[in-house]
């Protein structure tokens, strides 16, 4: 069996690799790094079975290249070739806190305003190429950095874009996060308004007294929702007042639903063209189980498509479904019972399912999958 590709991501680690004795270069994924910054460093080696992903090569070089992949850069408008996830700063390059018009000259904006230029389904084949490298650079970048997590530490939440920062449900939600996030484990959401803001916030905090996440909450309520003007500016005020580099939180949203801001305050975003790898990644990744708050239709489907690998077992285990709002989920939209029922016919399998509104019983529920209490 052959290894894997080992990574050139960064200037550092293109140096160790060109400073190598080794005369050929085997097996090598060179990602968006300069090679003429050291011309004759770069032409003293053959490269065999390499890949060069949006790479500035010296003039001659491809004398050099044998049995390899070369991809040119493509377009102004996005990174194709990713080599990390973004963060707030990097997605917000060009907002300036206190001057929401600004966001009109930034990085996500830019690229929204391309993506719908060009089309949500676009024709033109260079751009539907550019978009899946893309999205597959994100896939590796959030693969990569999950690989060092136990599985099971990753929570994801679901739930209403629409949910109000003023809401009860979304400081429930919060807190819950702040709690998770503390007891050690990454918190994941869609990456957008609403519930998925609410457990960023509450990863964001981590850590912090009473009194600061209840600061922090009153500042996002001045702008309770994402259609308000100052929606993105009072978040970008938290992030300034309360600055996090402890706990991870990782939010992944896309530019199929760019009207919606992404949260920044997740510390790593994982922005995606494709909705539906984005969908079916935040199930697949939340192996520590999934807290399902009120939503409407996308949440829904969400539900029904997290059961089904529960129900197949499609990972080797199932992992818990808390859904928190009892009445919301017994008679608004009264799924629990479904599936309650569901499982007592056998129709559904290996479900761990439970339904509460208080925030310590959803805590356990999900320590409990990990075997442990609080």
């Not at 400081?171 to 994941?188: D, H, N, P, T, Y």
Request: glycine residues 8%.
């Amino acid at each position: 069996m052959q290894h894997n590709y080992t990574e050139i991501n960064d200037d550092w680690q293109l140096a160790q690799t060109l400073h190598s004795e080794e005369k050929v270069i085997r097996r090598t994924a060179f990602k968006g790094v300069n090679l003429t910054a050291e011309t004759e460093l770069s032409m003293a080696h053959d490269y065999v079975d390499c890949i060069f992903l949006g790479c500035t090569l010296p003039s001659g070089f491809k004398r050099h290249i044998k049995d390899s992949l070369v991809f040119p850069k493509m377009g102004e408008a996005f990174d194709v070739f990713r080599s990390k996830l973004y963060t707030a700063q990097s997605l917000y390059e060009g907002y300036e806190v206190g001057n929401p018009d600004s966001y009109d000259k930034c990085y996500d904006a830019i690229v929204y305003r391309h993506y719908l230029k060009e089309g949500k389904q676009a024709t033109n084949i260079k751009e539907t190429l550019a978009r899946s490298l893309h999205d597959h650079s994100i896939s590796s970048a959030l693969h990569d950095l999950l690989g060092h997590f136990d599985q099971k530490r990753i929570i994801g939440v679901m739930g209403g874009h629409n949910m109000s920062r003023t809401c009860a449900q979304y400081e429930q939600v919060a807190r819950i996060s702040k709690k998770l996030s503390e007891l050690g484990f990454i918190m994941i959401s869609g990456g957008g308004p609403g519930a998925m803001e609410a457990t960023h916030l509450g990863a964001w905090m981590a850590g912090r007294s009473e009194d600061e996440f209840t600061d922090a909450l009153s500042m996002l309520c001045t702008a309770p929702n994402f259609t308000d003007k100052m929606w993105l500016d009072t978040a970008m005020q938290v992030v300034e007042k309360y600055p996090q580099k402890e706990y991870l939180s990782i939010g992944i949203p896309t530019w199929l639903y760019g009207h919606e801001p992404s949260t920044p305050l997740a510390m790593c975003i994982a922005k995606y063209f494709d909705n539906s790898i984005r969908e079916d990644g935040i199930l697949t990744i939340a192996s520590g189980g999934i807290i399902f708050t009120p939503g409407s239709a996308g949440t829904l489907q969400e539900i029904f498509q997290e059961a089904v690998q529960n129900h197949y077992l499609s990972f080797g285990f199932s992992s818990p479904m808390c859904f928190m709002g009892k009445q919301f989920w017994t008679e608004d939209v009264p799924v629990y019972p479904f599936m309650q029922d569901m499982i007592a016919k056998q129709r559904y399998k290996n479900l761990i399912i439970s339904l509460s509104d208080d925030n310590e019983e959803i805590v356990n529920e999900l320590l409990k999958f990990r075997e442990e209490k609080i």
